[in-house]
T-cell receptor, first 112, second 117 residues
Framework: GNSVTQMEGPVTLSEEAFLTINCTYT??????LFWYVQYPGEGLQLLLK?????DKGSNKGFEATYRKETTSFHLEKGSVQVSDSAVYFC???????????FGEGTQLTVNP | GAVVSQHPSWVICKSGTSVKIECRSL??????MFWYRQFPKQSLMLMAT?????????EQGVEKDKFLINHASLTLSTLTVTSAHPEDSSFYIC?????????????FGPGTRLTVT
């Protein structure tokens, strides 16, 4: 079956630090990959996505590249802000479009 | 575009009563809607998938008689927690998908915090 594995959290950084949150996946087909962000007490917001190998998703300074050879979709940001503090979920969906498979989530805290 | 709302955003009810949570797609027609449950500091757990006009498909271990799901229109799905107990206290999140576009992207609601006393 499909699975998504994220780096264990929580992650604590100082403002303007570089962020990497690792995500690897297992899928039987050719999935689309997503990063969602959840702010405290809220639902999930789509942060970025990539639908095929070598695609790079980007939004709000965050980037992730779909690496088929390493089955990875690591999230990066060059300079984090306090407002980036949230839980980040990596997820995939098969091209057959049944369901989203989520990673465990990574709590990010950015201190001023 | 692609906005999903939930109502209420939070609810407190007494043990033994039933609670209904609404999920609406505001600017698109949602062929498929999903209901998730999230425990503190954990990931989302899919409870059921509902398609407009048909019965919901429940995940293994989810009691269909306790968590009643209705998807009566292309913009509204409801989750009713029947005879609620404190262990049903959780954060419930819905998502919606517009299958006609050929995209499998899901749009999430803001969630409903249920507390059963």
């Amino acid at each position: 079956g499909n699975s998504v594995t994220q780096m264990e959290g929580p992650v604590t950084l100082s403002e303007e630090a570089f962020l990497t949150i690792n995500c690897t996946y297992t899928a039987t087909g050719y999935p689309s990959l997503f990063w969602y962000v959840q702010y405290p007490g809220e639902g999930l917001q789509l942060l970025l996505k990539a639908t095929k190998a070598d695609d790079k998703g980007s939004n709000k300074g965050f980037e992730a590249t779909y690496r088929k050879e390493t089955t990875s979709f690591h999230l990066e940001k060059g300079s984090v802000q306090v407002s980036d503090s949230a839980v980040y979920f990596c997820a995939l969906i098969e091209t057959s479009g049944s369901r989203l498979t989520f990673g465990e989530g990574t709590q990010l805290t950015v201190n001023p | 575009g692609a906005v999903v709302s939930q109502h209420p955003s939070w609810v407190i009810c007494k043990s033994g009563t039933s609670v209904k949570i609404e999920c609406r797609s505001l600017d698109f027609q949602a062929t498929t809607m999903f209901w998730y449950r999230q425990f503190p500091k954990q990931s989302l757990m899919l409870m059921a998938t509902s398609n407009e006009g048909s019965k919901a498909t429940y995940e293994q271990g989810v009691e269909k008689d306790k968590f009643l799901i209705n998807h009566a229109s292309l913009t509204l799905s409801t989750l009713t927690v029947t005879s609620a107990h404190p262990e049903d206290s959780s954060f419930y999140i819905c998502s919606a998908r517009q299958d006609s576009l050929g995209s499998y992207e899901q749009y999430f609601g803001p969630g409903t915090r249920l507390t059963v006393t």
